[in-house]
């Protein structure tokens, strides 16, 4: 014992004594710049055109195997989508082996396979590697394509695109994209319910049989393996892959720049947030010499947390949660710079005003050396971090062949950036952020934000969600005479059976739903002035909140006070009883629900508002809206309310049809309790 508390004793001196020579006061030397050495790929062609590299590296026993069918940009047009479609079908199945058990195999190898259009990737142990690249083979070139797969897969991403109408990213990439390069470029066509519909079976077949071929396609091998082994392998699984008719076709040029700095506004009236996009179309190609000093430059200015854009509008004004830009590449010449963030309405038009001041900035301004040392900085590290992945090796010796690139690309890839001075930056913003000639993509409520935007003096464009030009939007609200909220409110309450006669003292209400994580049951508890929210997933609490005139909180957990005075509107019996004489909630509207005309009661709030929805000759709620904000990040849950039934003389919506993760939800009404299952010990 004595010899050990002796050693420990030693250990704890030279520790004092190693630590005692460090001058803390200066930062640590850096060490040597790292080498960059990427392995040149062993290369050979098939007679169908497949071209293959192979790179060895035996320092795990893993490969990977990266397939690229290297087609040019495609505009499909009235049939837009038929590659999405084709693509969910690829790598679930082959004509030999049920999609079910194809699935169970690779999990059983411990393996990963997975397709899109755009060709393959899958990885596994080396002992199983033959047997991987065999699935990878018979799934390219043998698909499972069955007219109820394509049916299936058609009718989910239907579903995903009536998720996304009233997405605000959605539209926001839709019109962006639609205005900056045209919508008959490949990159400016977008899919709609419409062209979906136009897609038959058969037109996805031929779509496959045209294009994914191995006329232009690329398979890199990267791992613990053999050449000449690889070599026979993927001759005797790829051999019989027939090549096609070669495809060729021009890809068009973009829509040229706007001519001056305009805003291009998009009315979302549901929006509870602004979608900022400012762009301009670019022609940057890797093999450019800007290539290096355009990375660095893009990072100063929106690369990330230490970029001009983040700094401003989320760290110094508090507007966003975040605020980035990209400048893309393409060997087609067909590119884009854009500067994106998601804004509150209240900000929308200072946002815009400092976003291009940051960006004329860039222009204007030398960078200072610090930042562009550290920018540098970060960057090789994160280049050098992405080498201990399969995928980006694979990635680096795709460029450099489809990219036309120097094989020393690559290798000399740290120098070049290191050698970007403060002038290169200068330069390089200039001649791809273009000041004169931004067009600014603004989506959001117009009832809350045009206004401000039209005080910035940019001119003002407008269009619908699809990209069409379209007429100023308008806001005047013309209600029938009489019309005030709390007639709309009082109507509400006396359709579902609430007035001065009513002998309501609690409710009680459970919809349950079936959902691809299992069956989730909402709960519902209220008595006057307070409310117990609880969510069950199989059978398990997953959520619990508690709403009193006292305070508000989850799972046990008080909430922010500004939170809990805001979410006391929603408590107790009927949330219109607490709202009828208030003086915060107004009409914003008159919209559709299904079809049939509603007010939208708006009930602002510092951190969760509601807009509430009521039909003009029922007076029921046919859907709510609740938005919370914290933090610069905004979130909304939206429920079509429908199918009223009478309990005990009170009226309950049968259905709620809700939006979780993107998905449409419909929650079924469960068990109603009026006057019983309720305590005071539910809101403890």
Do not use: C
Not at 51 to 62: C, G, I, M, Q
Not at 361 to 390: C, H, W
Not at 430 to 455: D, H, M, P, S, T
Not at 496 to 512: C, F, H, I, R
């Amino acid at each position: 014992m004595n010899t050990k508390i002796v050693a420990f004793f030693a250990l704890f001196i030279m520790t004092i004594s190693a630590n005692a020579q460090i001058d803390r006061s200066q930062p640590p030397v850096a060490g040597p710049e790292p080498q960059i050495s990427i392995d040149e790929p062993q290369e050979f062609e098939l007679k169908n055109g497949l071209k293959v590299l192979v790179v060895e590296n035996h320092k795990l026993p893993r490969v990977s195997y990266s397939l690229r069918i290297d087609n040019q940009p495609i505009a499909t047009g009235d049939k837009a989508g038929v590659e999405s479609l084709i693509g969910s079908m690829l790598g679930n199945g082959t004509t030999t082996i049920s999609k079910d058990a194809f699935n169970e195999e690779i999990d059983f190898l411990g393996a990963s396979l997975n397709f899109g259009f755009s060709g393959g990737f899958a990885s596994s142990l080396t002992k199983y590697s033959d047997r991987i690249l065999q699935l990878l083979a018979d799934a390219a070139i043998n698909p499972l394509l069955t007219e109820e797969e394509f049916e299936s897969e058609k009718t989910k991403l239907l579903e995903g695109l009536k998720a996304d109408e009233k997405s605000a990213d959605a539209i926001a990439g839709r019109v962006g994209s639609a205005l900056s390069y045209g919508t008959k470029h490949p990159y400016g066509e977008f899919v709609t319910e419409e062209t979906i519909n136009n897609v038959s079976f058969g037109d996805a077949l031929a779509f496959y049989q045209k294009y994914f071929n191995p006329n232009n396609a690329y398979l890199v091998v990267i791992g613990d393996v053999e050449y000449k082994d690889v070599k026979k392998q993927i001759k005797k699984y790829f051999n019989d892959w027939s090549k096609s008719v070669d495809v060729n076709s021009t890809v068009p040029k973009p829509s040229p720049n706007v001519q001056y700095t305009q805003i291009n506004f998009v009315d979302v009236p549901d929006a509870t947030q602004s979608n900022l996009t400012i762009t301009n179309n670019v022609e940057l190609k890797m093999s450019d010499p800007d290539y290096h000093a355009a990375l660095i430059t893009n990072n100063i200015l929106g690369g990330g947390g230490e970029g001009y854009l983040f700094k401003n509008l989320r760290e110094d004004k508090g507007y966003t949660y975040g605020a980035y830009s990209r400048l893309g590449t393409d060997r087609y010449g067909a590119s884009r710079f854009t500067a994106t963030a998601k804004v509150r309405n209240a900000v929308t038009d200072s946002a815009v005003v400092e976003a291009l001041k940051e960006i004329n900035r860039i222009r204007t301004e030398p960078v200072d050396p610090q930042l562009l040392k550290d920018s540098k900085a970060k960057y090789v590290g994160n280049f050098v971090m992405a080498l201990e992945r399969p995928q980006t090796i694979a990635n680096y010796a795709l460029n450099i062949k489809t990219n036309g690139l120097p094989a020393d690309f690559y290798t000399t890839y740290l120098q070049k950036i290191n050698d970007v001075s403060v002038e290169d930056i200068q330069r390089v913003a200039k001649k791809y952020f273009k000041a004169e000639n931004l067009r600014i993509v603004v989506v959001g409520n117009g009832a809350e934000v045009l206004e401000n935007l039209e005080k910035t003096g940019i001119p003002i464009m407008y269009f619908d969600k699809f990209a069409n030009p379209t007429e100023k939007p308008k806001f005047e609200i013309k209600l029938p005479e009489g019309v005030t909220v709390k007639t709309v409110l009082n109507k509400y309450l006396s359709a579902v059976g609430v007035n001065a006669n009513s002998d309501l003292k609690s409710v009680m209400t459970q919809y349950e739903a079936t959902t691809p994580m299992g069956a989730v049951v909402t709960e519902e508890k209220r008595l006057d002035g307070k409310t117990a929210q609880n969510i069950y997933m199989g059978g398990n609490k997953v959520m619990g909140m508690v709403m009193t005139q006292e305070g508000a909180t989850a799972n046990g957990q008080p909430l922010p006070e500004n939170m809990t005075n805001d979410m006391k509107a929603n408590g107790g019996l009927f949330m219109e009883m607490n709202l009828v004489n208030s003086d915060a909630v107004t009409i914003s509207a008159i919209e559709q629900v299904e079809g049939k005309d509603a007010y939208v009661v708006k009930v602002p709030g510092e951190v969760v508002s509601f807009m509430l929805y009521y039909d003009v000759e029922s007076g029921l709620k046919v859907k709510e809206v609740q938005t919370t904000s914290m933090q610069g990040q905004t979130q909304s849950q939206e429920a079509i309310l429908k199918d009223y039934k009478d309990y005990n003389g009170f009226k309950f919506p049968e259905t709620r049809d809700s939006q979780m993760m993107g998905q449409s939800v419909v929650f079924k009404l469960k068990e109603v309790k009026i006057n019983e299952g309720v305590t005071d010990a539910d809101f403890n």
